[in-house]
């Protein structure tokens, strides 16, 4: 694809024109894929080897600790399963309860998941060992919680690439969708943000662990959190054709 296609696409992410049918919702996925990376980093290199938003990784490191494989949990893969499960529970009750307006749906889901990180954020700031025992399995049942509502809510916005917590296909469908492989367009400027988007959080949350700071990465995503809230109740108000729920087919 040539670059200025890309970085057109890439823009319009970033800067949405608000007649788009998805209106506002692009950049604030983008914003919560930086959050999945960063919570990601904190449960994986503090929490140990266990994912509170990618959920496959899960599904694998269970069958490596029921295998003997050494440094994996499998207590703490399926605390993590089973309240990522729990969460997207709940998104689903929020989805079907704010069905006709996607700016509450967000809202509704952004509360539930602010709370969850600020909760991760007192649990880990006061507790001595976070990394183990009981906090460590309260930090990860928190953040699976979160991370579920988050992911049921940006499945039912249904914002195309932007699923904020899995690349896999979107990695995929930049490559099987180019017009090398006989596609009509790989829409890469998009897909190549949101996997930047998921590799910033990604980077910044093991920096900030890796170099005694543990804490920060949650505090970035709690203020990140905070801001797409606070933009997701002005949009809450909104009546705009974007405000409408995209149907499947």
Not at 75 to 94: E, H, M, P, T
Not at 179 to 197: E, H, I, P, Q, T
Not at 206 to 229: C, E, K, N, Q, W
Request: a positive charge; charged letters at 10%.
């Amino acid at each position: 694809m040539p670059v200025p296609v890309m970085l057109r696409e890439a823009w319009s992410t970033v800067v949405p024109d608000m007649k788009d049918r998805h209106g506002p919702l692009p950049p604030l996925m983008l914003a919560l894929t930086v959050v999945t990376g960063l919570v990601d980093a904190v449960s994986y290199l503090e929490l140990g080897r266990v994912f509170v938003a990618n959920m496959t990784g899960n599904v694998v490191f269970s069958g490596f600790a029921i295998a003997g494989a050494p440094g994996f949990s499998l207590i703490a893969s399926l605390v993590a399963l089973a309240a990522f499960a729990v969460g997207a529970l709940l998104g689903g009750l929020i989805v079907h309860r704010a069905a006709t307006h996607r700016g509450r749906m967000l809202t509704y889901a952004l509360l539930v998941e602010t709370a969850c990180v600020l909760a991760a954020l007192i649990v880990a700031s006061t507790s001595g060992h976070p990394d183990a025992g009981g906090a460590r399995f309260t930090l990860v049942a928190l953040l699976g919680l979160g991370l579920g509502v988050q992911n049921a809510v940006s499945r039912a916005l249904a914002v195309p690439d932007l699923t904020t917590t899995v690349l896999t296909l979107t990695i995929t469908g930049i490559l099987s969708d180019s017009r090398f492989a006989g596609g009509g367009g790989s829409k890469a400027g998009r897909r190549v943000l949101s996997a930047a988007a998921m590799m910033t959080g990604a980077l910044a949350g093991a920096m900030a662990v890796l170099h005694g700071h543990p804490r920060l990465p949650l505090l970035l995503a709690l203020a990140i959190l905070a801001a797409v809230t606070a933009a997701a109740i002005v949009l809450a108000r909104a009546d705009a054709p974007w405000v409408r729920p995209v149907v499947r087919k």
